[in-house]
C-alpha cells in the first residue's frame, strides 16, 4: 500500500478531565525507523495525548498514543480519544503506577 498518496491529516484538542489540561493530537506522520531501503515513504497516522505541567506541554512522555494505517481509522481514532479522554487517562495513570 502507497501511503503517501493518503490524505494529509492534523488535528488537534484541548480537553479538561477534573482541572488538567491535555492536549490531543491525530496527524500523518513519516516513518523514519527504517532500517531498510526498502522503508522510504511510509506513512501513518498517529494520535497522542499530551499532559500540561507547569505550564508546559509534556511532548518527551505522551500520555497515550496510538498509529493508525488509514485516514478513515485515524478520524475515529481522533475522534475516540476525545471522547473517552477520562478513561484514556485513568486507565494509562492505573496501568503506569502497576509498572513503575
Same mark, same amino acid.
Given at each position: 500500500?502507497?501511503?503517501?498518496? &493518503? ?5 488537534? &484538542? ?87
Amino acid at each position: 500500500m502507497n501511503h503517501s498518496i &493518503d490524505q494529509d491529516l492534523e488535528l488537534k &484538542d484541548i480537553v479538561a478531565v477534573d482541572g488538567e489540561k491535555f492536549f490531543i493530537s491525530t496527524i500523518k506522520m513519516e516513518v523514519r525507523h527504517s532500517w531498510l531501503n526498502q522503508h522510504e515513504n511510509v506513512f501513518v497516522y498517529e494520535t497522542m495525548i499530551f499532559e500540561k505541567a507547569s505550564g508546559k506541554v509534556q511532548y518527551e512522555k505522551p500520555v497515550f498514543n496510538r498509529r493508525y494505517t488509514s485516514y478513515e481509522e485515524a478520524l475515529d481514532g481522533h475522534k475516540h480519544s476525545v471522547a473517552n479522554i477520562k478513561n484514556i487517562i485513568k486507565h494509562t495513570r492505573e496501568c503506569r503506577a502497576k509498572i513503575y
